[in-house]
């Protein structure tokens, strides 16, 4: 079974600019969620999907938005892009939503670098 | 709120040497404890986890007891291989509305052939 895809790997914009990052989780897997890994901060939850709602949102400003699709796709899009948005960007799917004993599997992420 | 404890690294070892990295948590209910490691450059791979107490995870070696009275789920291996270089994460994921993993800040494990 094919693993969570993220794209693209790299990334590089510039201030100001918007920036779209899709993930395609495990097949049957419904439950789709996004974090931010950075050096200072560590690993920090964005959003989570399932059944194409956001059940859950972290601690991030409006510039932070994600939608799913039908097909559970995931994508997450950042406007108005600042140098502190550099970071890796990790998808995580699961079959379930809520359930505290599902696991996560995560996807190789997305480095983006902001300059 | 949820919040998880990692020891201060980085940690350098020699092959063949014993490993624990300490985890301690906070957090209401009854949440599931899981460890993860990433690879240069790469994303997080599920190490092992727990989901109740006293519940023991093992996967390549490597063991961790969800202990509920001490609030703890230290990582041990008996053998450590250069192959293991990474870093660890110690992590829970609670129930309901707030089931997103919440993370310790990660442990850097350096094993000297």
């Known amino acids: 079974k094919a693993g969570v895809t993220q794209t693209p790997r790299y990334l590089i914009k510039t201030r100001g600019q918007q920036v779209t990052l899709s993930c395609s989780p495990i097949?049957?897997?419904?439950?789709v969620s996004w974090y931010q890994q950075t050096p200072g901060q560590g690993l920090q939850f964005l959003f989570e999907?399932?059944?194409?709602?956001?059940?859950n949102k972290g601690n991030f400003p409006g510039r932070f938005s994600g939608r799913q699709f039908s097909n559970s796709r995931s994508e997450m899009n950042v406007s108005t892009l600042e140098l502190g948005d550099s970071a890796l960007y990790l998808c995580?799917?699961?079959?379930?939503?809520?359930?505290?004993?599902?696991?996560?599997?995560f996807g190789p992420g997305t480095r983006l670098l902001v300059l | 709120g949820d919040s998880v404890t990692q020891m201060e690294g980085p940690v350098t070892l020699s092959e063949e040497a014993f490993l624990t990295i300490n985890c301690t948590y906070t957090?209401?209910?009854?949440?599931?404890l899981f460890w993860y490691v990433q690879y240069p450059g790469e994303g997080l791979q599920l190490l092992l986890k727990?989901?109740?107490?006293?519940d023991k995870g093992s996967n390549k070696g490597f063991e961790a007891t969800y202990r509920k009275e001490t609030t703890s789920f230290h990582l041990e291996k008996g053998s450590v291989q250069v192959s293991d270089s990474a870093v660890y994460f110690c992590?829970?994921?609670?129930?309901?509305?707030?089931?997103?993993?919440?993370f310790g800040k990660g442990i850097t494990l350096s094993v000297r052939p």
């Open positions: 995580a799917s699961s079959f379930l939503a809520g359930g505290s004993q599902e696991t996560q599997y």
């Open positions: 097949s049957g897997h419904r439950s």
């Open positions: 999907y399932f059944s194409e709602t956001q059940r």
């Open positions: 957090a209401t209910g009854y949440p599931s």
């Open positions: 727990a989901t109740k107490a006293d």
């Open positions: 992590a829970l994921r609670n129930t309901g509305a707030n089931s997103k993993l919440t």
